[in-house]
């Protein structure tokens, strides 16, 4: 979730002469290639709060990668977590964590660091809070104490370190994330600044811009490092370092104009993407539809100026909460690690794409995990000479254990047997509840065939699904905490392998129309190498809905959209969109005036879906002004109304639809309309302007802003 890169001050001359180096130019591109890596589940749960972040290094100097968590939690506050690597001193087996007694104080952290602010050659930790100071803990032989000191009290939301004013210790940069408040420099002072190794004071504020990440990088190849910062606005920006070609003052930093992206971005990582020589930036994408994307520097091989930044190629899903860059293939190039809060697919799981050496990324179709993961940390963990995964999960509200995924590098198959599998999904992607009581269940038929060359063995499925189970088969299987372990006897060339399986819940969300959804995971593997390389897996999920109560708005999704929704081909769009009008009204709910039209528009909700039911045309009438209205409405909630507007043929459309209900409903009805229609005036004022001009006009002093999109179904009325 939040990502940052520490620049010990002996980097910034080979981050420098590295950007100086010239190769043949390669544009970014996806190349097909065969994975070559493995990760394995280690086994291990660790913790039990809601996880933000992790930072990895040696606290105890025994030579192998300790752990710090940074913790939040909800409704009481998370305290952060030390966890000491078992295959150093501890002579037990590395890779395995246990946690230590460390008490960090029971504080929400947003982000950890891990770096030697006082000079005496250990790790110490600097860690971002929410709502109050950050804090500088000193390591003392794997032991932290807190340093005292309390950094602003911002709503800090991450930090990077490097050596950003050149005179040997490492300085901080930490983002904010809060209306006015700006992000922040934090300057070492046992440097040129002659002061206590270790203590910080406040540099220049930055923008405010509710930044969500930063990162520092020698963009310009100057030799000093610059900053880039992922704000919610949603632009990413650059600041430019003025101490080296610049000739200015050092640890002075600039905006350089850039605006990069419009896609809320959550975390970002630098490496050299494309091998070229400079430094680019990987910019991983948490809003729905929004893919992730690297923005590629142009002082390379694409022989333009040193940090200046174009995109690439759109490949890499949505709902990226961090990004880690990494060889974790072992060819020299980095690769990327994601982890994931939900894909926009609907199936679950971390990812791994391989570099081909020249910026070109290919899915492994490695699906990590069931947990929604806020970040994770590669390095190697168990000392077997590659890098390994440690992610942090957790939910808004619901704590998820950390995990560790050890890192199987495997060669390239032979092809021996060729197992295809075929899932029937029963039932669409959407269903109501028959009584708000009953179980949610999905099911899912999966058929495995064997098409050779040769007899496949030691076949296993495992199966994750709540209550999961085997309605009729040809596997044997065990129950298991997560759902099913099953195995199959030896499968001819030709033959077909069955499995109906299925899974159970019960309503998770008990105010609002959405139950919750259940899913079903199946992933088949067998003793023989496959020649293709495409995973093995099948996956279903079904969101069910309580259609017996609810608002007009909702009312009209149950009639006219879950219908489509439960279609087992899906639907790419649908006529109304329960995620716009629930942040709507959240967001017209910070205020008395939104919270007065919140409150008349249920005084007459009965009525309006009674009008509906009894005129056809009326009922067309509401679902054409839904049409015309929410893609607009779409933008001003996720914080874009500005570039929305608002036309002749929605203000058209609704003035007849208002007037229409007023002729057609009760005398009550007609008032309440006449009444705000008096308050906003004609109508006809609103067009040309853009939403967030119109709500400024009807809610004036209403919050405009969220902090960020969960599920759609999730948000409860």
Not at 179 to 201: K, S
Request: net charge negative; glycine share 12%; aromatic share 6%.
């Amino acid at each position: 979730m939040h990502r940052f890169r520490v620049f010990p001050p002996t980097a910034i001359v080979m981050i420098s002469a590295l950007a100086a180096c010239a190769f043949s130019a390669v544009p970014l591109h996806v190349r097909a290639q065969p994975a070559s890596v493995s990760f394995v589940d280690s086994g291990q749960l660790l913790g039990d709060q809601v996880s933000n972040d992790v930072a990895l290094g040696d606290i105890d100097g025994d030579g192998d990668l300790d752990a710090v968590v940074a913790n939040t939690g909800f409704p009481t506050v998370g305290e952060s977590r030390l966890w000491i690597n078992q295959g150093g001193s501890q002579g037990g087996t590395a890779g395995q964590f246990v946690e230590s007694a460390q008490d960090f104080g029971a504080r929400n952290a947003r982000a950890v660091a891990l770096g030697d602010f006082d000079g005496d050659g250990d790790l110490d930790v600097f860690f971002a809070h929410e709502n109050e100071g950050d804090r500088i803990w000193f390591n003392q032989s794997g032991v932290f104490t807190d340093s005292g000191q309390l950094l602003g009290n911002e709503l800090s939301q991450d930090v990077a370190l490097g050596d950003l004013d050149g005179d040997g210790d490492l300085d901080a940069v930490v983002g904010t994330n809060n209306f006015n408040e700006a992000d922040r420099t934090w300057f070492n002072q046992g440097g040129a600044q002659g002061g206590a190794a270790g203590t910080f004071l406040a540099g220049p504020l930055l923008a405010s811009d509710r930044t969500n990440a930063v990162v520092l990088l020698d963009a310009d190849g100057d030799g000093d490092l610059d900053l880039m910062t992922a704000p919610g606005n949603p632009d990413n920006r650059l600041y430019i370092n003025q101490g080296g070609a610049q000739a200015g003052t050092q640890g002075v930093l600039l905006d350089s104009g850039q605006t990069l992206g419009d896609r809320g971005t959550l975390s970002l990582a630098v490496g050299d993407l494309d091998g070229d020589g400079d430094l680019d930036v990987f910019a991983g994408n948490g809003v729905l539809g929004a893919p992730s994307r690297p923005w590629i520097n142009q002082g390379g091989t694409q022989g333009g100026i040193a940090g200046i930044f174009l995109a690439g190629g759109d490949v890499f899903g949505d709902e990226n909460f961090d990004v880690e860059l990494g060889d974790v293939d072992g060819d020299s190039d980095l690769d990327l690690f994601l982890p994931k809060w939900r894909d926009a697919g609907l199936s679950r799981g971390n990812e791994v794409w391989l570099n081909d050496g020249s910026g070109g990324f290919t899915d492994t179709g490695l699906r990590l995990g069931t947990s929604r993961s806020f970040a994770a940390a590669l390095g190697d963990l168990d000392g077997d000479g590659d890098l390994d995964a440690f992610v942090v999960n957790g939910a808004s509200f619901t704590p998820q254990a950390n995990r560790v995924w050890l890192n199987q590098q495997v060669s390239p198959p032979m092809p021996e047997a060729d197992l295809v599998l075929v899932a029937d999904a029963q039932g669409g992607a959407a269903a109501q509840l028959e009584n708000s009581f009953d179980p949610l269940t999905v099911s899912m038929q999966l058929d495995l065939t064997n098409l050779g060359p040769d007899p496949a063995t030691g076949i296993r499925m495992i199966v994750n699904g709540s209550a999961a189970g085997m309605g009729a088969g040809s596997f044997s299987c065990s129950t298991t905490t997560g759902g099913l372990d099953c195995d199959h006897a030896p499968l001819p060339v030709g033959v077909t392998a069955t499995a109906s399986l299925s899974a159970q819940d019960f309503r998770q969300h008990f105010v609002g129309i959405y139950a919750g959804s259940v899913d079903i995971d199946a992933s088949i593997t067998s003793n023989e190498p496959d020649p293709d390389p495409s995973p093995l897996r099948a996956s279903r999920t079904i969101d069910y809905y309580d259609c017996a109560t609810g608002c007009v708005i909702e009312q009209l999704f149950c009639r006219h959209d879950l219908s489509t929704r439960s279609d087992p081909e899906g639907s790419a769009n649908g006529r109304v969109d329960l995620a716009v009008y629930h942040l709507l009204r959240r967001i017209m709910n910070f205020g008395a005036e939104g919270q007065r039209l919140v409150q008349r528009y249920n005084a007459h909700q009965t009525e309006l879906w009674a009008l509906h039911e009894a005129d056809p045309v009326l009922a067309a009438d509401m679902l054409n002004v839904l049409a015309a209205w929410q893609p607009g409405l779409g933008e001003l909630v996720a914080g874009r109304g500005a570039s929305a507007f608002i036309d002749v043929a929605m203000v058209s459309a609704l003035d007849a639809l208002l007037a229409d209900l007023s002729a057609a409903g009760s005398p009550a009805l007609a008032t309440a309309i006449a009444e705000e229609r008096a308050l906003i005036g004609p109508l006809t004022n609103l067009v040309g302007l853009s939403f967030r001009e119109a709500a400024d006009r009807v809610i004036p002093s209403e919050l405009l802003r969220v902090d960020g999109f969960e599920r759609p179904e999730t948000l409860i009325p």
